[in-house]
């Protein structure tokens, strides 16, 4: 898992995912709330970066790869324009996460094969 503050950093991290010869397969937005979610993953998926956006600076969320529901103090913080990069299939199938302050937060999804 990687995080990436910034936007350039977000490009590179792209670059490394097509290097390595992988395709993108699908795309999911999800609005992120008060209630753990999980990702509806494209079939046969085996890696996915998603993007947190928010209009709200601060605005961020809370994630575990393991299955286990985050609450919006406990978890793997994760800030606005930061990116999360789940390199396995279990891992999106596990993956929950939490909206962690208030204000409209949005994930941005792509899954690779």
């Known amino acids: ?10 490009l590179t991290k ?3 995912v097509f290097i390595n010869d992988v395709n ?3 795309n999911q ?15 046969g998926a085996t890696k996915a970066l998603i993007q947190v956006e928010s209009a709200v600076a601060t605005a961020s969320i809370r994630y575990w790869e393991d299955g286990t529901a985050p ?10 324009g930061s990116v999360i990069e789940l390199t396995t299939a279990e891992n999106i199938r596990n993956f929950k996460f939490i909206q962690s302050v208030a204000g ?5 999804i ?3 094969k």
């Open 1 to 10: 898992m990687a995080i990436i503050q910034n936007p350039v950093g977000y």
């Open 14 to 16: 792209l670059l490394q």
């Open 24 to 26: 993108a397969i699908g």
């Open 71 to 80: 609450t919006s103090s406990v978890g793997m913080l994760h800030l606005n």
């Open 104 to 108: 409209t937060i949005q994930l941005n």
């Open 29 to 43: 937005t999800i609005v992120a709330s008060g209630t753990a979610q999980s990702l509806t993953p494209t079939t």
């Open 110 to 112: 792509t899954y690779y």
